[in-house]
């Protein structure tokens, strides 16, 4: 059974840093596609970073690029997304998902992904 447990939520002044963190069980990270998704209260939920099969190929929503960073670890089969220069548009609920089953690991599309943590929070103060 495939488990994905994310941790490393928590809040923050705007500016500041946090890490996420994406425990998987029951399969391999490496040959997967990877993403980070998040949601803000009435919004819907967007893509932030999806890390391909290669484990090399990243992309990023154009929001975040330059300050969220998407990596993955594989003798600790763990997904991570650091984040740095927080700010209150960041706060949401952030997700990890796996395993793509139809389009691209970069097409950011939440339907496409068959596996999904049960989220962690992330506040950002200003």
């Known amino acids: 059974q495939v488990q994905l447990v994310p941790s490393g939520g928590g809040s923050v002044q705007a500016g500041g840093s946090l890490r996420l963190s994406c425990a998987a069980s029951?399969?391999?990270?490496?040959?997967?596609?990877m993403a980070w998704f998040r949601q803000a209260p009435g919004k819907e939920r967007e893509g932030v970073a999806s890390?391909?099969?290669?484990?090399?190929?990243?992309t990023y929503a154009a929001s975040v690029k330059g300050r969220f960073t998407i990596s993955r670890d594989s003798p600790k089969n763990t997904l991570y997304l650091q984040m740095n220069d927080l700010s209150p548009e960041d706060t949401a609920m952030y997700y990890c998902?796996?395993?793509?089953?139809?389009?691209?690991?970069?097409?950011?599309?939440?339907?496409?992904?068959?596996?999904w943590g049960q989220g962690t929070q992330v506040t950002v103060a200003s």
């Open positions: 998902a796996a395993f793509l089953e139809r389009g691209l690991c970069s097409d950011f599309i939440p339907s496409n992904l068959r596996y």
């Open positions: 029951g399969y391999r990270v490496t040959g997967y596609c």
């Open positions: 890390i391909r099969s290669d484990g090399i190929t990243t």
